[in-house]
C-alpha cells in the first residue's frame, strides 16, 4: 500500500511538472512557469529579481535585504527556496515579523530565512525521487545547518520544519537561473 502511495504521488508530481495542476494547481515546467503574485516568473532571472515582482513575497523581499542575503541569492548557486507568501508570515504571532527586523536581529533573521534554503536545485523530480527514496520522506539539509522534511499528503508536497510544522507547497516548479522556488503557505522555523 505505502509503495502504491508512492507511485501515485510520483505520478501526481510528473503530471504537474509536465503541465498538470497538482501540487497547489499550478503548472510547472521549465519551458512555463507559473505566475507567482500576479507577476511573470522569468527561467532567466534570478531568485531575487524574480521574487521582487511577487506581490506575495513583499515581507519575505524584505527580510532577505534587512538580513543582507540579496548577493547570496544573487549568486550562481543552485538554490531551492522554500518561499513562504506574506500571508505566511501575517500568520506568525503578533510582533514576530516587526521584531525580527529590527537591525540587532539580524542573526536570528538570517537563521531562519536561509532555514528556507537547501543548495542546490531540487525541483518537483527531484524532490519526489528524494521523497521515494526515503521510503516517502525526503530530509533536506538547509543552508542553516538545519533540517527540513518533505513529505507528500494527497497529492501535494508538504516541509516539516524542526519544531514540527507544517508547510505545504501551493505553488511548485519556479525555474530561476540560479535554482527554483516553491512558494508555501507557512514560514518554517528552525530547532
Not at 527531484?126 to 497529492?155: Q, V, W, Y
Amino acid at each position: 500500500m505505502k509503495k502504491l502511495m508512492i507511485a501515485v504521488g510520483v505520478s501526481v508530481l510528473l503530471g504537474a511538472c509536465a503541465g498538470g495542476t497538482a501540487m497547489g494547481g499550478s503548472s510547472g515546467g521549465m519551458s512555463s512557469n507559473p505566475m507567482v503574485g500576479g507577476a511573470a516568473m522569468y527561467p532567466t532571472k534570478d531568485i531575487v529579481d524574480n521574487a521582487v515582482n511577487s506581490k506575495d513575497h513583499t515581507t519575505l523581499v524584505a527580510a532577505v535585504k534587512a538580513a543582507d542575503l540579496v548577493g547570496t541569492l544573487k549568486s550562481p548557486g543552485p538554490f531551492t527556496v522554500f518561499a513562504p507568501t506574506n500571508a505566511a508570515f501575517a500568520a506568525l504571532p503578533a510582533g514576530t515579523v516587526d521584531t525580527l527586523l529590527k537591525p540587532e536581529n539580524k542573526p536570528t533573521l538570517s537563521k531562519v530565512l536561509t532555514y528556507h534554503v537547501v543548495p542546490g536545485r531540487m525541483d518537483g523530480p527531484a524532490l519526489m525521487s528524494a521523497i521515494n527514496a526515503g521510503g516517502g520522506k525526503a530530509t533536506l539539509k538547509t543552508a542553516s545547518g538545519g533540517t527540513l522534511t518533505a513529505t507528500m499528503s494527497g497529492g501535494n508536497v508538504m516541509v516539516t520544519d524542526a519544531k514540527g510544522g507544517t508547510a505545504m507547497v501551493t505553488i511548485a516548479n519556479v525555474y530561476q537561473s540560479n535554482g527554483v522556488i516553491h512558494v508555501v503557505n507557512k514560514v518554517l522555523l528552525p530547532g
